[in-house]
């Protein structure tokens, strides 16, 4: 029978930062036995094939959250162009698209948690949130994954009677539970603005759908130029259209974590439902925005719903470098800001 912690010495356990590193069956199939790079297949399915080359023989597939060790990556010369990155492992090649680069860092636990929360982000490649339904009750709820942002309003005891943190939703009551040592709490100084000195008048973003290309200016100065994902060609029956909206525009609101989708609650990992999109800047009335990619590697080609699906690591540089200016305790930030062109 599993032994319950007195408050005293759970709240001792979580600041000694050893809190769920005890036996908890969530964690054990997450901690990384082998060195080298490991990959989280981040969609249903995908093949392994005998060449870096998707006319070659299939050998098998992997399916949605199996990690794997990648041995080196290749540029092959069957492409496609516009992303030819492919990846030795295990019996074979797989096509980058669909593997989100990952890895295991347990965080310290922290119980002094400001007020109006703080954000953080998942450093394993994936964490299964519970959601308490009544006294003594949990049941499963979203899937995390690595590099989503999430606000931590409190340290509680989880459902295995350890640290774990309670997660808000912005703009719902919703509120769930993950353990504490999946996340690290975002330092403040990670906000500070890029190019403060710089007046915001003379930066702006350019998007081309062609190119499929985002390209950050000061002035004439190019400061940033990577690959991006828009909107798919795409209309829905009933929806609107997921191409990503053409004209002059403004960031006007900023949130650093989102939850994108239909709303639903479920733990059904292939719903449309995207809790803790990272870093995100809109700049459409229709919700189309910049922001952080943790199902998807395969830029230079359309994937989206409308929005410009990029890195995580640029999307949070293009979030602290546009305007209006976030703070780290905003869970919202709007104002007329940088000027957005896409063509």
């Not at 948690?113 to 394993?124: D, H, R, S, Y």
């Not at 906000?191 to 062609?210: G, L, Q």
Request: glycine share 8%.
């Amino acid at each position: 029978m599993k032994r319950k912690f007195t408050r005293r010495e759970f709240l001792s356990l979580a600041g000694s930062g050893l809190g769920s590193l005890a036996l908890n069956p969530l964690l054990n199939n997450l901690i990384e036995t082998e060195t080298g790079q490991v990959a989280r297949i981040a969609t249903f399915s995908v093949s392994v094939y005998n060449e870096p080359w998707d006319k070659s023989r299939i050998l098998y597939q992997r399916y949605r959250d199996e990690l794997v060790h990648l041995y080196y990556e290749i540029n092959s010369p069957h492409g496609p162009e516009y992303n030819p990155v492919w990846f030795r492992v295990w019996g074979g090649y797989i096509h980058s698209a669909h593997l989100q680069v990952v890895s295991t860092r347990l965080n310290p636990v922290v119980s002094n948690i400001p007020k109006n929360g703080q954000l953080a982000e998942v450093t394993v490649p994936y964490t299964q949130s519970m959601r308490m339904v009544g006294k003594n009750r949990w049941e499963p709820l979203y899937t995390l994954y690595y590099e989503s942002a999430h606000w931590v309003v409190s340290l509680d005891e989880g459902p295995d009677g350890e640290p774990w943190y309670r997660i808000k939703e912005a703009w719902s009551h919703l509120e769930y539970h993950v353990p504490a040592i999946h996340l690290r709490l975002v330092n403040p100084a990670e906000f500070t603005p890029i190019s403060p000195d710089v007046p915001p008048e003379a930066k702006h973003i350019e998007i081309s759908i062609e190119r499929q290309q985002l390209t950050a200016f000061e002035g004439d100065r190019i400061v940033l130029q990577t690959k991006i994902s828009s909107g798919q060609h795409y209309k829905p029956q009933g929806a609107k259209r997921w191409d990503t909206p053409t004209g002059d525009f403004n960031v006007f609101s900023k949130m650093p974590s989102k939850h994108m989708g239909d709303g639903n609650l479920t733990s059904d990992k292939e719903a449309y439902e995207l809790p803790g999109v990272p870093w995100v800047c809109f700049f459409h009335e229709d919700g189309v925005a910049t922001h952080g990619t943790y199902w998807h590697t395969n830029y230079g080609t359309v994937m989206s719903h409308g929005c410009v699906n990029m890195r995580t690591a640029e999307a949070k540089w293009i979030f602290c470098w546009t305007t209006p200016v976030s703070s780290p305790g905003d869970w919202e930030k709007k104002g007329r800001g940088t000027r957005v062109i896409v063509a």
